[in-house]
């Protein structure tokens, strides 16, 4: 049954990050109101970082394969970039831990006090960090992982244009 609700909102994307971004904002509203969760809010933030690393990380890492299989916008063959972590299965893993995170903030055990900002800066510097590894390897290896549309035919770097003959 649940993998039947997968099927029917797989092709849909835009609504799916809709959804994903509701539940989001639910939850910060929730944390908000009630002025608690944050070890909750805290463990969201790092889980949704963990998932953001492999979305945005090549397939095949160019550091350990010296075959040049990034799409690098050259003039070259047309080469779509490929994730270690698909889209579905980032939304999926982003959907499920922000329901999780929603679920938690109904059991006051889990309200576990603390101060807050603590966790915002480290939290703030770990991404800070994290990022910056990330864009140094994309700077690197001349990659992007996301485009705004695909490749136009006759457009440097996309598909040759068909012939109609």
Not at 13 to 38: C, D, E, P, S
Not at 112 to 128: A, D
Request: with cysteine.
């Amino acid at each position: 049954r649940y993998q039947k609700v997968l099927d029917l909102v797989t092709p849909h994307a835009q609504y799916r990050w809709y959804f994903a971004a509701v539940l989001l904002l639910l939850f910060v509203v929730r944390v908000f109101i009630l002025q608690g969760f944050f070890v909750v809010a805290y463990a969201l933030g790092i889980y949704l970082l963990n998932l953001l690393i492999p979305f945005i990380s090549p397939h095949i890492d160019p550091e350990n394969d010296n075959t040049n299989v990034l799409p690098t916008g050259g003039v070259e063959e047309y080469r779509p970039f490929e994730r270690r972590l698909g889209e579905f299965k980032f939304w999926h893993g982003c959907t499920r831990a922000i329901s999780i995170a929603l679920f938690c903030t109904c059991f006051s055990m889990l309200n576990v006090p603390v101060f807050w900002p603590i966790l915002l800066m480290y939290f703030i510097i770990l991404f800070g960090m994290t990022m910056k590894k990330q864009i140094a390897h994309m700077i690197k290896h001349k990659y992007v992982p996301w485009s705004a549309s695909k490749a136009k035919p006759g457009v440097a770097g996309g598909p040759p244009p068909k012939d109609d003959k």
